[in-house]
C-alpha cells in the first residue's frame, strides 16, 4: 500500500518523467502501509481484469472493410475512391476525397505474414494511385505512377495484392497530385499486428491525424493557394481533425491503458501533441516495436511518421480535459504568433481506478545494420528561387523531372547523409526499405520517415536486401515534395 501512495504522491507532486518511476508504480501492488502519507483509495482490480469504458472509441471509430476471401491469413477488400459529402464544419458541407466514402479510409487490418489483396477502383474526377507507405511491397505494388505503376485513371481499376512482413502502424494515400489529393482527405490506416505483442500494452486505439484548408462556406481552397510562400512553408490545414472528426471524445479509465498507434496524415502540420504532461510509454513508431521503451511527456509527429506509445490515464474519475495540439519549431516563422489547439476531449469516467500493468522495458533485439565498406551518398536538400514568383527545392540542387537515380545493387548497404541547410525542416521518407539512423542518442529502431530540423544533418543506413526496382525518397512536406524535392534509387539485381 506504502508503494501505490508514494507512487501517487509522485505523480501528483512532479511531472518529471523516468522510467523508473513509471515501471515502479505498475510493478507491484503489495507492500505494507505507511502513517505517513494520506490515505488513498486503492485500486482492486488490476487494469487486466476490467475493459474499458463503455463505448469508449465509438466517438473515433474508424470504417472496418468487409473481408471477401474466407482464408484467415488472406485479407481480401473492394476500396473505391470517391467524393462524398461530409459534414466537417457544423452545418456547412464538405465534397470529402475519400477511400471508400469514409474520412479516413478503411481500418485495413491483418496480422504479420498475412497476404492482402485490394480491388480498387477509382471513382474520383482525377487520376490516382495507392501508394502503401512503409510497406515492403514488392516494386509494381508501391503505386507510384509514371515510376512503378500508370496511373489508375477515372473510372479504371487495379488490384493490388502483397505479403505483409513487418508488424507496425503504416499508411496509405495517393502518390500523384498528392499534396491537394491528401489534402482533401484520401489517406487511411494499415495495421499490422504482431500476434506476440505483450497484452500489457492494452487495448489499441489507432489515431489518424490531419488536417484541412476549409473555407467558411467548407469550401477547400485551391490546393495552390498562397503561391510560391506557400510552396516554402507548406500549406497546414486551418482545421485539425482526429479520425476525420474534429475535437472527438475519448472515454478512459484511470489505470486502465490504451495502446494508441497514431499516425500523421497531413500533407504539411507537424504534431506535438501532449495530455497535461502525463507521461506517454513510447512502444515504437514507423515499423513496429524500438528497442527499448521511452517515456516522455509529449510526442512529436513529422507527416508521415507514427508513434506507438502506452496512453495510462492518471486523472481522477469525473474530469474532463483536452489532448492538445501544440506548435512545433520546424523552421522559419512556424510557430510565430502560434499557439495550442484542443484536439480530441478526453473523459475520465466515473468509476473506481485500476491498477496499471507493467509495460516491459526491453522491447524487440534490434540488430545494427553493418556498415563496414558501405558506400557514402550525400543528400543534400536544396531550395531554390528561379525568380521573384517561384520557388523550387530539389535534391543536390536538382529538381525531382530533371534528376537521375541514385544507384544500388541487391545485397549492398549504403550510409546516407542527408544534410538539410535550407531554413525550414524536411521530413524525409524512404520507399520500399527501412533504414536505421546513426545516433546513439536515439533509441535503436527501424524507420521510413525522419525530421531533418534546419540546418543538420542526419547519418541513415540503409541495407538492400531484396526487392529490385524503382523506389523513391523525397521530403514529406507533401507541398515541398510537389515543387521538386524527390528522388529516385534504382536497386539493380
Ligand atoms: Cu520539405
Known amino acids: 500500500m506504502k508503494y501505490l501512495v508514494n507512487c501517487a504522491a509522485q505523480f501528483s507532486f512532479t511531472i518529471f518523467l523516468s522510467l523508473a518511476l513509471l515501471s515502479g508504480c505498475t510493478s507491484t501492488g503489495q507492500g505494507s502501509s505507511s502513517s505517513q502519507m494520506p490515505a488513498l483509495e486503492i485500486p482492486s482490480l488490476r487494469a487486466s481484469q476490467v475493459s474499458q469504458p463503455e463505448g469508449w472509441n465509438d466517438d473515433v471509430a474508424l470504417t472496418i472493410p468487409v473481408d471477401l476471401n474466407p482464408d484467415p491469413n488472406i485479407l481480401e477488400i473492394n476500396l473505391e475512391a470517391k467524393i462524398t459529402n461530409m459534414e466537417i464544419m457544423p452545418g456547412k458541407i464538405t465534397p470529402v476525397w475519400t477511400y471508400g466514402g469514409s474520412l479516413p479510409g478503411p481500418l485495413i487490418r491483418a496480422k504479420v505474414g498475412d497476404m492482402v489483396i485490394i480491388h480498387f477502383k477509382n471513382n474520383l474526377p482525377d487520376s490516382t494511385s495507392i501508394h502503401w507507405h512503409g510497406l515492403r511491397v514488392p516494386n509494381n505494388m508501391d503505386g507510384v505512377p509514371g515510376v512503378t505503376q500508370d496511373p489508375v485513371d477515372v473510372g479504371d481499376e487495379f488490384t493490388y495484392d502483397f505479403v505483409l512482413q513487418d508488424a507496425g502502424t503504416f499508411w496509405y494515400h495517393p502518390h500523384i497530385n498528392s499534396a491537394a489529393q491528401v489534402g482533401w482527405g484520401m489517406y487511411g490506416p494499415l495495421i499490422v499486428e504482431d500476434p506476440n505483442d505483450p ?207 541514385l544507384l544500388g545493387r541487391i545485397g549492398e548497404t549504403q550510409v546516407w547523409t542527408v544534410r538539410n541547410d535550407t531554413d525550414f525542416n524536411h521530413p524525409f521518407h524512404l520507399h520500399g526499405y527501412f533504414f536505421q539512423v546513426l545516433d546513439e542518442n536515439r533509441v535503436p529502431e527501424w524507420k521510413d520517415s525522419v525530421d531533418i530540423p534546419v540546418r543538420t544533418e542526419l547519418k541513415l543506413a540503409v541495407r538492400f536486401d531484396e526487392r529490385p526496382g524503382t523506389w523513391m525518397y523525397h521530403c514529406h512536406i507533401l507541398d515541398h515534395a510537389e515543387v521538386g524535392m524527390m528522388g529516385t534509387l534504382r536497386i539493380d539485381p
Open 199 to 405: 497484452k500489457e500494452f492494452g487495448d489499441d486505439l489507432v489515431l489518424v491525424y490531419s488536417d484541412m484548408s476549409l473555407d467558411e462556406d467548407g469550401q477547400f481552397l485551391p490546393p495552390d493557394v498562397g503561391g510560391a510562400f506557400s510552396d516554402l512553408f507548406g500549406r497546414e490545414g486551418n482545421i485539425i481533425l482526429v479520425n476525420g472528426k474534429v475535437q472527438p471524445k475519448l472515454k478512459v479509465r484511470k489505470g486502465k491503458q490504451q495502446r494508441w498507434r497514431v499516425i500523421n496524415a497531413a500533407r504539411t502540420r507537424y504534431y506535438t501533441i501532449r495530455y497535461k504532461r502525463q507521461p506517454l510509454i513510447r512502444l515504437g513508431g514507423d515499423s513496429g516495436l524500438a528497442e527499448h521503451t521511452e517515456t516522455l511527456d509529449q510526442i512529436k509527429l513529422v507527416p508521415s511518421e507514427r508513434t506507438d506509445f502506452v496512453f495510462t490515464p492518471h486523472d481522477e474519475p469525473g474530469t474532463v480535459d483536452w489532448l492538445r495540439w501544440y506548435p512545433t519549431e520546424r523552421g522559419y516563422g512556424s510557430t510565430f504568433n502560434r499557439f495550442s489547439e484542443e484536439m480530441m476531449e478526453i473523459e475520465t469516467v466515473d468509476e473506481p481506478a485500476v491498477l496499471p500493468e507493467t509495460i516491459p522495458y526491453a522491447l524487440r533485439t534490434i540488430e545494427p545494420i553493418d556498415i563496414t565498406g558501405a558506400k557514402d551518398v550525400l543528400i543534400d536538400l536544396t531550395i531554390t528561387f528561379p525568380d521573384d514568383n517561384s520557388v523550387e527545392m530539389g535534391i543536390n540542387g536538382i529538381p525531382f523531372w530533371d534528376s537521375s537515380p
